[in-house]
């Protein structure tokens, strides 16, 4: 089992940026995987950004790509979301979660835990 804790979200304006971190320890979180997902209220859960072991692969999604990086540091055990150019529709709950293997899916089931979520309020 891996654990996750998330920090770095808050209450934001529109263009303002945020980075989000993602502390992991536990069964060797430096070989696995890692995704950034996020869930609105009344929505479902979707993939914001995924990162395989060693960070040279990066997903985005369409609605992120050139504002979101992700990034992770295995010496520090710890993967980033940075977020540049926020608008009010990123606003959600932001998790950090762990893949089974080295390589990242867009698929919520390929993860096996998943960290508490952080809050990200952006206002217009």
């Known amino acids: 089992q891996v654990l996750l804790v998330e920090s770095g979200g808050g209450l934001v304006q529109a263009g303002d940026s945020l980075r989000l971190s993602c502390t992991a320890s536990g069964r060797t979180p430096s070989r696995l995987a890692m995704g950034w997902f996020r869930q609105a209220p009344g929505k479902e859960r979707e993939i914001v950004a995924g990162?395989?072991?060693?960070?040279?692969?990066?997903y985005y999604a369409d609605s992120v790509k050139g504002r979101f990086t992700i990034s992770r540091d295995n010496a520090k055990n710890t993967v980033y979301l940075q977020m540049n150019s926020l608008k009010p529709e990123d606003t959600a709950v932001y998790y950090c979660?762990?893949?089974?293997?080295?390589?990242?899916?867009?698929?919520?089931?390929?993860?096996?835990?998943w960290g508490k979520g952080t809050q990200v309020t952006v206002s217009s």
């Open positions: 990162i395989n072991w060693s960070g040279s692969n990066a």
């Open positions: 979660a762990a893949a089974k293997n080295p390589n990242y899916s867009t698929y919520a089931g390929w993860y096996d835990d």
